[in-house]
């Protein structure tokens, strides 16, 4: 939808009234909510109580991406679950795990297809990153491009349009030996991380602060280790 997130609210959790039986009768039937739950819960006295509401909590949905992995596929869907609303999406990725044989070639074409990605104001249909919804959400951008500097890609490093309150496609390209991604920046921003080998991987998914936030993982390709994971339980 090209609406305003409250325009949209307000039109789909609109109610009406069967004349005969006096039954409420909901405009919506489903909403899946992915996100903070405080926000989930807020949204959820807005819709009808007969409306089937489905929360999703924030996750961290690291993407990883092994030698066998077809690389046009998953550049193109890197790209658009990372720049989906801007980046502020509770789904989006926080850390995208690439092994070293592929790295080199992931970093290639995730380059040349971002150039295609335009910025800008929705005003203009062919942009697909808009302005970040909330000014305040800036500082905290800022202040993630800061703690990785070092890391930031020379060609996607990081701009921002302060007024129009745009960020462009940055890309941060921090070794997972130097430690994984766990936080939501809420922007444009690739964390790709290079892994040596599959059991590497190890160091992301048994940190502490992964199992905070465990929710989903895209694998393009085959993984042993991600396989384990399927018969973990806490």
């Known amino acids: 939808s090209s609406e305003e997130r409250e325009t949209f609210i307000r039109k789909h959790s609109l109610c009406k009234i069967n004349p005969d039986t006096k039954k409420r009768i909901s405009s919506t039937k489903v909403v899946i909510f992915t996100g903070n739950p405080i926000n989930a819960t807020r949204l959820r006295k807005i819709f009808d109580s007969e409306v089937l509401f489905i929360a999703n909590g924030a996750g961290h949905n690291p ?30 990725p926080n850390a995208i795990l690439v092994h070293k044989k592929v790295y080199d070639g992931f970093l290639k074409l995730l ?55 745009l960020v462009s496609p940055t890309i941060i390209a921090k070794p997972l030996a130097r430690g994984g991604n766990y936080e939501e920046a809420f922007a444009p921003i690739f964390f790709v991380q290079k892994y040596e080998k599959d059991s590497e991987l190890s160091s992301y998914f048994e940190n502490s602060r992964y199992e905070e936030n465990a929710m989903y993982i895209t694998v393009f390709g085959e993984s042993k280790y991600v396989e384990s994971l399927l018969h973990y339980t806490s």
């Not at 046009?72 to 890197?78: E, G, I, M, P, T």
């Not at 658009?80 to 502020?88: A, F, L, S, W």
């Not at 070092?150 to 129009?164: F, M, P, V």
């Open 63 to 92: 993407v990883v991406v092994t030698p066998s992995a077809n690389l046009s596929q998953a550049v193109d869907a890197c790209i658009k679950v990372q720049t989906y609303n801007q980046g502020q999406d509770c789904a989006a």
């Open 111 to 165: 380059k040349v297809r971002l150039k295609k990605v335009k910025t800008g104001p929705y005003t203009n249909k062919l942009n697909i990153i808009g302005p970040i919804s909330e000014r305040k959400n800036l500082e905290k951008i800022i202040c993630i491009l800061n703690e990785n500097s070092e890391w930031l890609d020379s060609a996607y490093r990081g701009n921002l349009n302060i007024k129009d309150c």
